[in-house]
């Protein structure tokens, strides 16, 4: 839970960015609700850090008005008297950083200080590494970041995030949080690559840099020493629960509550100056009862702002009569656990609901259209919500109107959603969130065509919150919620319960990155998820799939320079090929694996399968295959000296390629007959290509196909 309020030190904090840029959410006054409940004051406009924002004040002067937003139909699920809880004066205020002055100069200090290495003589191999530790909710990630502000321009090659933990708690995998860095570096690597491989790749795209790198919620020391750059000018600031034992000359900060002053005005940014001076004892009690925990008075703040007409006294008074519960027993966790209590059991069941469905979005990551598909609402609606949400500090705001669950809260709401909803409910709502993101994607690849084609028409034919309004801002979109999507397809998989959906979505994303990115860029995402449908076809037993996801896998490897890996994938997907007695993917195997052997220059294992596939294709009557395989016969024949074995390839390839009216494979096979010391047949094979050609163009002439001057066709266009 981020801290927001002001900065002790003097007047708001103001707030630049970061290189590489990184889009900050800015505050967005909330909507005016229509109608306006009798039980709700009207909602307050954003006003500046510590002034009045008391609704019986009215808005600020010389400050218009937000826009309406629309009402809804009176029985829809967000009537009027429900937004009007969920919204009163919920309008958003200039936010800064709170207090930490004394934690801030002792980071800063660190920073300074000399390590164990230069105190003995030795130049430090690696970056200094900094420790924000605290627990959940101590506002140890919001330190981390406002120390980052403070020292991005003394570090001119950038700033570089990374959250070494899921929502859940469980940790992040050392190779996927490597390739999101180089990614940000615009460092490119073989799709594949293993996890040493990208940590090397992630230390040499760093040596000799300045640069500032932010590890947020780091489970344990290995994480963090496997992305430690060996650049001793660059910073790692680390955030943890606790100790990261094993980080050599690692500098640790502890945190602990905020002091009275600086949580009276984070309060305040919530609550507005004037409860707070007309009760400071009562505020220094909530203060008491919150333990000076940032998110816990960021959720008593948010409960307050919602009621305008209520003291800080009644919040006082309210945290101390909720009932106990098991989450009391932890007296660390108590304060922010009572303070959650008392913001999500306010809510209206409808929003309640919502709000700890959000969990199940991946990462605690989402946006109104995921919202929607959980709740089974309106898109608008779930923007409404998600947006009040932000206002009660139940949701941290992120870039493009996305959001995020705080790691504070997750187990909270887990807790609560297990308690309250029934496992078909869960299912079914994952179920909605699965079926929205594959449309989603749908739309994103239909849009990648160009205007007035047959896939923008069925573009336009989709729902209005689902289309795209250009290429480009499909592309946008894509890229800036792959990592979203590569994880909700990850833990679809993992899941297990929802296969079919989650093969559609592999699908549905492979089908979106093939049509925005090239092949090369779109290798390490598409390795991923063709890794994916490998397990879910195991698990599914699914050969025809599996071994289709070896074949991918495979050929993926092979353009990756694994050939040895490839031909191990090529032979297990012919196993699976043979065992579901499928034709196309058995061809496809047997093709595959004498191509690597051709790769490696095992010429004659490479016309032992290729001759094993050419049967294949003959018993099938594939013209076009049968004659690119006697096209490659006669390539690997030549190669091993076997001459008169390559020529008669060479024939039968020039004869299948008239056959299937390929006059510019006919022609490569005439000059390979002469090359081969054929000129005989390389002649009545280029006059039959000509006569061939001609005839395909209504006898207009031969026109300019020459034999060697034509264009190559390889094996994917002739097919």
Known sequence: MAEQAVDTDGGPTPRKRLAPPVAEPQP??????????????????????????????GHEPGRAEPPARPQEDAGGLWSGATRAVLFAAAASVGRGFAGRRR?????????????????????????????????????????AEELVRRLADDYPDGVLRARLATSGGDPVPIERTARELLAVLGVSVRAGADEDELCEALR???????????????????????????????LVVAVSRGPLTGVPDVRPCTLGGLDVSAAIGLLAQYAGTTRITCDPVAAQSLVEECGGQPAALVLVGGWLAARPMA???????????????????????????????????????????????????????????????????????AEAALEGFVAHGLLRPLAERRYQVPGCLDPMLRAALRATERPAEVEL????????????????????????????????????PLRFES????????????????????????????????????????????????????????????????????????????????????????????????LVRYKHALEAAREAADPYTTGRSLESIGGTYEDLGDWHRAADW?????????????????????????????????????????????????????????????DALDRLGDPAAADAHRRAARRLAARQRGGS??????????RVVGAEEAE
């Not at 947020?216 to 660059?234: I, K, M, N, R, W």
């Open 28 to 57: 967005r006054p909330a909507p005016t609700l229509a109608p306006r409940s009798a039980a709700a004051p009207p909602p307050r406009t954003a006003g500046r850090a510590g002034s009045s924002t008391e609704g019986a004040e």
């Open 103 to 143: 934690e801030l100069l002792s980071l800063r200090a660190d920073i300074d200080r000399a390590g164990l290495d230069t105190l003995a003589g030795r130049k430090a191999p690696r970056s200094r590494v900094l420790l924000i530790a605290g627990r959940p909710g101590s506002g140890r990630t919001a330190l």
């Open 204 to 234: 040499d795209a760093l040596a000799g840099k300045r640069a500032l790198l932010l590890y947020d919620d780091a489970t344990g020391a290995e994480q963090v020493d496997a992305l430690l750059p060996d650049a001793p000018d660059s």
């Open 311 to 381: 003291s800080v006294a009644d919040a006082v008074q309210r945290l101390r009569e909720l009932p106990p519960a098991a989450g009391d027993q932890d007296r660390g966790g108590r304060p922010l656990a009572r303070a959650f209590r008392l913001a999500y059991e306010a809510l209206p069941p409808a929003a309640a609901r919502l709000l700890r469905l959000l969990v199940l979005a991946p990462g605690g990551w989402a946006d109104a259209q995921i919202g929607s598909a959980l709740a089974g609402c309106s898109v608008a609606d």
């Open 429 to 464: 709502a994952g179920a909605r969130m699965l079926e929205r993101t594959v449309r989603q994607l749908h739309a994103c690849r239909l849009a990648a065509h160009p205007p007035g084609s047959p896939a923008r028409k069925k573009l336009a034919a989709m729902p209005g």
């Open 471 to 566: 290429t480009a801002a499909a592309a946008g979109w894509l890229e800036s919620r792959l990592p979203v999507l590569l994880e909700i397809a990850r833990l679809a998989v993992e899941d297990g319960g929802l296969d079919t959906l989650a093969r559609r979505l592999v699908a549905g994303l492979t089908h979106a990155l093939g049509a925005h990115r090239s092949a090369d860029e779109a290798a390490p995402e598409l390795y991923g998820l063709h890794r994916l449908v490998l397990d879910v076809a195991r698990r599914r037993d699914l050969p025809v799939e599996e071994a289709a996801a070896l074949l991918n896998l495979g050929d993926l490897d092979a353009r990756a320079g694994r050939a040895e890996e490839a």
């Open 610 to 670: 290729y001759g094993r596939a050419l049967q294949l294709r003959l018993s099938r009557g594939d013209r076009i295959g049968e004659a690119l395989l006697y096209e490659r016969l006669g390539t690997v024949r030549a190669r091993t000296g076997q001459w008169g074995e390559a020529l008669r390839a060479w024939r039968a390839a020039g004869a299948a390629f008239r056959r299937a009216g390929n006059p510019q494979g006919a022609l490569r096979a005439a």
């Open 701 to 710: 002439g031969v026109g300019g196909v020459q034999g060697g001057s034509e």
